[in-house]
Each structure stands twice: as structure tokens, then as C-alpha cells.
């Protein structure tokens, strides 16, 4: 059926043309066009196809018998080609269905119907015996006449029957209007606060002069009290807001709530324990990331799986990869290290950033004067590792380390000591997917010198830390680390093709100058030689103001460095200057801190929040966190502590970023096997994962067609299809792992 919504005043004005000139010009209602046919099944199946499922008419419905023992959703489908999408519209897209028995799932998806099928929505419903109806909203990303609505419904151990009817792909329907449930307006950090820390909340009022507040313990009874202090509207959520300052109190306590103009917050201790388990779930997070081994549900309850990419059908593997077509002629054993975020790809590039944090967390606990690096140490992570008298932040950076090393071209190839950027799948793959499960073809992709730079560096940095555990490994690593460079050097400008993004992202940077910069700093504190120091100091970076609004990141590496070079003990000349410009960076960070109304070291331009901006404010905040171990100053140690309050739930959405840490905490993260929203038999992300946050691009379909208009902080949407902004990655729970260790050590 084909309903159109039309303004005939509008019609006949332009039919008439001066005969109603009265009439005040508006924009014409978008039409309502049916895109399926005959999805009601009243006679027959025409217009649709099935594939290993034995589809026919049954009282109206179509009805499919699906057989048991197939491995992946797309074994067995049904669906329809030839629809026709607009990029910019916005769809309903609407169904019945039923499972008998119930519980199965199918994966609902709209898509293209040819190579390289891309997925341009999709949902999981867990069907139930009786028909449920199911309808959702969202906005195409594309132009495209080679459309397909399917339903996926392989991957059963037993056969069960599915049924569906009504279904309907409407275009031109008014989106969707999204609110998020934001909680209460008392805005506090649902996890904790540090006993002699700062204590900070917002509250969300109408409210324009200060008004009385109070702090309650568990029980209910007043134990301090104050006046909010008025801050005007916030640019980064549109909101009025007070600011709360209840830092006077230092007891410890659990379960205590912040009462003002009329509201009462998500309950939050008063202690440091909290931070002692983020500080050890922000890097057992990395164990679940393995590619190439199984996980035990001994160390990891609940979250067991095959081992990845090893070859098994229907797994093509890592153990012998080829290159993208012209690209080499040789394979590569690349299989190991951490899957890079919600998909089955591995990037050197993000990976290398990676694993310099989380072993600067380490390195930093070996200098700092808070600095407990037993907490990290041999035992604190349960991995398979665990009594090998290492610690086991360095075993859990070693896996990534390893692959790193695998990445490099071997000599007598053309570009020989260079690094690949990445490998992953030809094809994008749907969710959910284990990634033994996972069928695609896996391809090397042509070696960048931004990858080679990442390897150099970590690879130096750890020649430095492993050297007295296993002396064999860091030499190993300082060779790589010097092959590396010496091929960079000789391959300066050699960058990643930003059209490279079909089955993994592009991770393209044409600016490298940072990543030599970097790669320079850990070669020369590991070794001391005089050429690595003097390529430091001829460095246009070394003297640039590098701490911007954004922070660092996988294409932002110059404060990696910087950071380095002020805190790990060395000879360079000028490090005096080297510290000082840190310092400097994070009274800049501090401002911002200060005058933002959420306590936040993060002000993007225009109010643009970046992809991954909850991992850009804690790298911020480690800026901030340095500068209090270069200089010991109080001011510093609270801005560092009080910025962790936005990531853990002091923020427009009153949400927790972190998995398992608050009352209204993230848990729904974008990824192909923490991905219980869409099957029930899968875990949710294991506590202790940061989420992307807020992100104004909102790329995904599904964010597009809730969030757009959003505002700065409300770019977010805690939904497993919303990849742009709620997805997980090993570089952004490195930030998080190297702050909630900061935290724990000012207990």
C-alpha cells in the first residue's frame, strides 16, 4: 500500500499561481511511500526470497521452517531485493513476528543486496510464540536502488519455526523524537569520591539564584549542608545549571545521596575502594580482547569463548594472511593481540597508542611519588600469565606487543621493516558475531609510515620495561624499535588511503611529524644515543603548544612524547623546559575545568564533541595528573580527580560511561560479542569498559535518527547500533586505565 500526505493548499497555490497570495509560504509534508511488496502474504510469497529455510504461505503469514545445526544468522534468511533508499530520508521500518519455540532471535536487517552488503539498520528482537510487532525508526545513509529488507534467522542449534507477516519499510515518516531518561537533576559521580578529594555535583535547575542544598548519608540524616552557586546555562548541554561544592566533607561512607531544589541524586560512597577495583577492571577489560586464544571462564566468569582467528572453520585466521590484491606477495602470521574495538580488526596504528598507555600507567607508578606499582603487579589481573613473576599490566601489554612485532615487513620485501596498517575482514560483518564465528576473508593492508612510527615507539618503550623480566623479549623489541625507525626515516611520507574503510576503518593521517616526534622520545630514553635526542630537540613539535581541546589520540601522538620525556629520567637538554611545558598544559586544561560548568577539562571549538570524547577528557585529565607529579601541587591532583566526575556520571545525561561503575551506568556498547542486547545467550561488556560518549558527527544510522539537532553532551545513545558513539576500543579503556590508577594511588 502507497499512503501519501500532501499540503494541498501548497498544490494549488503553485497551480494558481497569484490567486492566493495570502497565504504565508511553509515547507511541503514529505510523502509516506511504501517501499516492501506484498508484505502481508494475504495470497502468496511474491516479490520475496528464502535461503535454507523452507519458506511458505501459512494463514496469511509467511512461515519458514528453520533447520537446527548452522553456524551464522545469514545461514538461514528470508527477505527482498530491489528496494530503493534516499539518503537523508527517514523510515519506519515495521514487522510481526513469532518463534516457535520461543527465545529464538532474528536479526532484522535493511541493507544492499550486492558485495560489499553493507547493513544500514538493523535490530534483534528475541521472539516469543505469539506474534509481537516490532517497529523502528531510522535514517538512510545512502542513495542506493540495490535495497534489501531480510530476516536472518541461521545459527540454532535445534530447528525451530519462524513466522512473519506486516511488514513495511515506510518512507518519508517524521523521525522519531528521542528523550533520554537523564535521571534526576542533582548530578553527582555515581561511583565515589576520594575521602581528600574534591567534591563537585551540578544540578539542573530553572532556578537563576543559589539555593540550599544538603548531603545525606544512607540512612537519610542531613550530615552537611551549603548553597549552590549559579553558573548560567551550559553551551555543552543547552541546560541551566548551580554548581555544588561539598568537598569540606572527608567521612567515608557508602550509599550517600545530594539533595537540592527538590531532588535527590543517584547514591555515591565516599571512599577508595571503587577506585581500586576500576583501577584493576579498566585493564582486565584487555583479557576479553584477546584475538587468538580462548577465554576461560575460570579467569573471566561468563565471558568464555573459542579462541578467534585461528583458523578453524569457518575462521579464515591470522595465522597466514595474505595482502590486499597488488599490495605484496607474501602472507604474514599476524594472529594474536587485542581486536580493536567492536569488530574483529587489529590496527597497528591504534594499538600502538594503545599499549603506550597502558604501559606508561605502569611506567608512570615506577617514578611517580604516588606511584604503587606492586598494584599492578604479578597476580592483580588474573590472566593466564598470572605467577609468572612479571607484572601483569606488562604480560596484558606483551600479547599486543607480540602482534605488534608480527605486523612488521620482513627483510627482502619491498618497504622491509615498515609496518602494515592493520589487517581485518574484506567485508564489513553484521552483530552479533564471536569471533570464531567470523567467515571474511582477512587481508593485510599496504604498510603506512604512521604505523611504522607506533611500532618504533612501543616497541622502545618496552625494550626499557621488560629489560628486567626477560632480557631475550626487550632486545627483541629495542631491534624491531630500530629497524622500524631506520625504515620510517628512509619512507617518510607514507600514509594510509582514507578510502580503505570497507571491513575496517581507514585510520588514515597524513601528518606524521608527531609520530617521529614520539617515536624519537622513547628510542632516546631507552638508549640514550646522541642522534635520537638531537631529532627530539630539531623537532618542530618539541617546542609547539601540543595540548589543544581535543587531547591526544591514535592520530594525535606529539604528548605521548612530551609526557615521556618529562617524567622518565633522563639526560636531555632542556627536559627543565620539556616539564615546564606540561605544567603549562594543564593550567590550560584547568581554565577550561574551571569554568565549565560540569568540571570538565574538555571545550571543543564550537562545541563539536569528537568520536571517543569520553577517552579525550581523561587524557586531558592525564595532562593535568602529570603536572601534580612534576610539581606535587594540590590543584593539579584535584583537577585530575575531579574531571574523572564527568565520566562517571556528573554530566547532562547522568550516566556513567563506564560499565558496572554507577546506578545509570553504559552497558550497551557497540561490539560483535559483548552484545546481549541482541542475544540474551551473549554477556553485556565486562565491567570496567569505557564507552565512546558523546559524539555531534552521530555517523550511524540509528543516531541519526534520534539524536539529530543533539547538543554538545546529548550526542549519545547508549544502544549497541549506535557505533559512532557508544562504541568500545582498546585505546580509549587505556585512558580510563591510566586514570583510574592516578585515582587510586591519591587514596
Given at each position: ?5 500532501t499540503?494541498?493548499?501548497?498544490l494549488?497555490?503553485a497551480?494558481l499561481?497569484?490567486?492566493?497570495t495570502?497565504?504565508?509560504?511553509g515547507?511541503?509534508?514529505?510523502e509516506?511511500?511504501?517501499q516492501?511488496r ?8 511474491d ?5 535454507n529455510?523452507?519458506?511458505?504461505p501459512?494463514?496469511?503469514r509467511?512461515?519458514?521452517d528453520?533447520p ?5 544468522r545469514?545461514d ?9 533508499l534516499v539518503k ?24 544492499r543486496s550486492?558485495?560489499?552488503?553493507e547493513?544500514?539498520?538493523e ?7 505469539s506474534a509481537?510487532?516490532y ?5 538512510s545513509p ?9 530476516f ?7 530447528p525451530?519455526?519462524f513466522?512473519l507477516d506486516?511488514?513495511?519499510l515506510l518512507g518519508?515518516?517524521?523521525p ?5 531518561d537523564?535521571g534526576p ?13 574534591p ?18 548519608d544512607?540512612?537519610g540524616?542531613a550530615v ?7 553558573r548560567?546555562?551550559d553551551?555543552s548541554?543547552?541546560q541551566?545549571?548551580?554548581s555544588?561544592?561539598?568537598g569540606?566533607?572527608r ?8 539533595v ?8 555515591f560512597?565516599i571512599?577508595?575502594a571503587?577506585?581500586?577495583r576500576?583501577?584493576l ?6 583479557y576479553t580482547?584477546?584475538s ?14 573459542a579462541?578467534?582467528h585461528l583458523g578453524?572453520?569457518?575462521n579464515q585466521?591470522d ?5 590486499q590484491?597488488g599490495?605484496?606477495?607474501y602472507?604474514?602470521?599476524v ?5 580493536d ?8 596504528v ?6 603506550w598507555?597502558?604501559?606508561s ?9 604516588t606511584?604503587r606499582?606492586?598494584k ?10 598470572s ?8 604480560d596484558?601489554a606483551?600479547?599486543e ?10 627483510d627482502g620485501?619491498p618497504?622491509?621493516?615498515m ?6 575482514d ?7 558475531l564471536?569471533p ?7 587481508e ?9 612510527l607506533?611500532?618504533?615507539?612501543a616497541?622502545?618503550q618496552a ?13 627483541r623489541?629495542l631491534?624491531a624499535a ?5 625504515a620510517?626515516?628512509a619512507?617518510?611520507?607514507?600514509y ?16 606524521v611529524t ?13 638508549t640514550?644515543?646522541k642522534?635520537f ?5 630539531a ?12 587531547g ?8 605521548a612524547?612530551r ?16 616539564r615546564?611545558?606540561?605544567?603549562a598544559?594543564a593550567?590550560?586544561?584547568l581554565?577550561t ?5 560540569y568540571?570538565?577539562?574538555?571545550a571543543p571549538?564550537?562545541n ?15 595532562v593535568?595528573?602529570?603536572?601534580h607529579?612534576?610539581t606535587g601541587?594540590?590543584?593539579?591532583r ?7 566526575d564527568y565520566v562517571?556520571?556528573r554530566?547532562a ?6 560499565t ?5 551506568h553504559a ?22 569498559t ?10 550511524d544510522?540509528l ?6 539537532g543533539?547538543?554538545?553532551?546529548f550526542c ?9 558513539t557508544?562504541e568500545t576500543t582498546v585505546?580509549?579503556?587505556a585512558a ?7 585515582a587510586?594511588?591519591?587514596g
Open positions: 500500500m502507497t499512503r501519501r500526505r499540503t494541498l493548499l501548497t494549488a497555490a497551480l499561481g497569484s490567486a492566493l495570502a497565504l504565508p509560504a515547507p511541503a509534508a514529505a509516506e511511500v511504501e516492501v506484498n508484505g502481508t502474504f494475504d495470497t502468496t510469497l516479490g520475496w526470497w528464502s535461503s529455510a523452507g519458506a511458505a501459512s494463514d496469511g509467511l512461515c519458514a528453520v537446527g545445526g548452522t553456524t551464522d545469514w538461514s534468511a528470508v527477505g527482498q531485493d530491489g528496494i530503493t537523508g530520508e527517514t523510515y519506519r521500518f515495521a514487522f510481526t513476528a513469532s518463534g516457535l519455540p520461543e527465545g529464538h532471535v532474528v536479526r532484522a536487517i535493511v541493507g550486492v558485495t560489499p552488503y547493513t544500514w539498520y535490530a534483534s528482537p528475541v521472539l516469543t510464540e509481537g510487532s517497529s523502528y525508526t531510522f535514517t545512502v542513495d542506493s536502488a540495490e535495497g534489501q529488507v531480510a536472518q534467522v541461521g545459527g540454532a542449534a535445534d525451530w519455526r513466522c506486516d511488514v513495511s518519508g515518516v517524521p522519531e523524537v528521542y528523550e533520554p537523564t537533576r542533582v548530578r553527582v559521580n555515581q561511583v565515589g569520591y576520594l575521602p581528600a578529594g567534591k563537585n555535583a551540578t544540578l539542573v535547575t530553572d532556578a537563576t539564584t543559589a539555593l540550599p542544598w544538603e548531603l545525606r544512607a540512612v540524616d552537611a549542608r551549603g548553597r549552590t552557586v549559579p548560567g546555562v553551551a548541554s543547552g541551566n545549571v548551580h555544588i561544592d561539598f569540606a566533607y567521612t567515608r561512607g557508602t550509599g550517600l545521596t545530594l537540592a531544589d527538590g531532588e535527590t541524586s543517584h547514591p560512597d571512599g577508595t571503587a577506585y581500586e576500576l583501577r577492571d579498566a585493564v582486565k577489560y584487555y580482547q584477546r587468538g586464544t580462548a577465554i576461560r571462564d575460570d579467569l573471566r566468569p561468563g565471558y568464555a569463548r579462541a578467534g578453524v572453520a569457518p585466521g595465522t597466514s594472511v595474505p595482502c590484491s599490495v605484496c606477495d602472507t604474514l602470521d594472529s594474536g593481540g587485542w581486536y574495538a567492536g569488530d574483529h580488526g587489529k590496527y597497528v591504534n594499538g600502538g597508542i594503545a599499549t598507555e597502558l604501559l600507567t605502569y611506567e608512570r607508578s615506577l617514578h611517580a611519588r606511584g606499582p606492586a599492578l603487579g604479578d597476580g592483580t589481573l588474573a590472566l593466564p600469565e605467577g609468572n613473576g612479571v607484572p601483569d599490566v606488562l596484558e606483551r600479547w606487543l607480540e602482534f605488534l612485532l608480527k605486523m612488521q615487513v620482513p620485501q618497504l622491509a621493516g609496518a602494515h596498517h592493520k589487517v581485518h574484506a567485508q564489513w560483518t553484521g552483530l552479533p564471536l570464531d564465528d567470523d567467515p571474511q576473508k582477512r593485510l593492508h599496504p604498510p603506512t609510515t604512521a604505523a611504522t607506533n611500532l618504533a615507539a616497541a622502545a625494550a626499557r620495561l621488560y629489560r628486567p623480566y626477560d632480557k631475550a623479549f626487550a632486545a623489541a631491534t630500530r629497524t622500524a625507525w631506520t620510517a626515516l619512507h617518510p611520507a607514507v594510509a588511503d582514507p578510502a580503505d574503510a570497507t571491513g575496517g576503518g581507514a585510520y588514515d593521517d597524513d601528518d608527531d609520530e617521529f616526534y614520539w617515536a624519537a622520545a622513547e628510542l632516546y630514553l631507552t640514550g644515543e642522534r635526542a638531537d631529532h627530539v630537540l623537532s618542530p613539535v618539541h617546542t609547539a603548544d601540543i595540548f589543544g581541546p581535543y591526544f589520540d591514535w592520530s594525535r601522538t606529539a604528548a612524547g609526557l615521556d620525556l618529562a617524567t622518565v629520567p633522563s639526560a636531555l637538554p632542556g627536559r627543565d623546559a620539556v615546564r611545558s606540561v605544567v598544559g593550567d590550560t586544561y581554565a575545568l574551571r569554568a565549565h560548568p568540571g570538565m577539562p574538555y571549538d564550537g563539536r564533541y569528537d568520536w571517543g570524547s569520553a577517552h579525550q577528557v581523561l587524557n586531558n585529565a592525564v593535568v595528573a602529570t603536572a607529579d612534576i601541587a594540590a590543584k593539579y584535584d583537577g585530575a580527580l575531579e574531571s574523572l562517571l556520571g554530566n545525561l547522568n550516566i556513567s560511561y563506564v558496572g561503575y554507577g546506578e545509570v552497558h550497551r556498547q557497540h561490539s560483535r560479542w559483548y552484545a546481549q542486547q541482541l542475544d540474551p545467550a551473549l554477556p553485556a561488556p565486562p565491567a570496567g569505557l564507552a565512546g560518549g558523546p559524539n555531534s558527527s552521530i555517523q544510522p543516531a541519526q535518527s534520534l539524536l539529530k543533539c547538543v554538545g553532551q549519545y545513545i547508549d544502544d549497541i547500533q549506535s557505533w559512532s557508544n585505546n580509549w579503556n580510563l586505565a591510566r586514570m583510574a590508577s592516578f587510586a594511588d591519591q
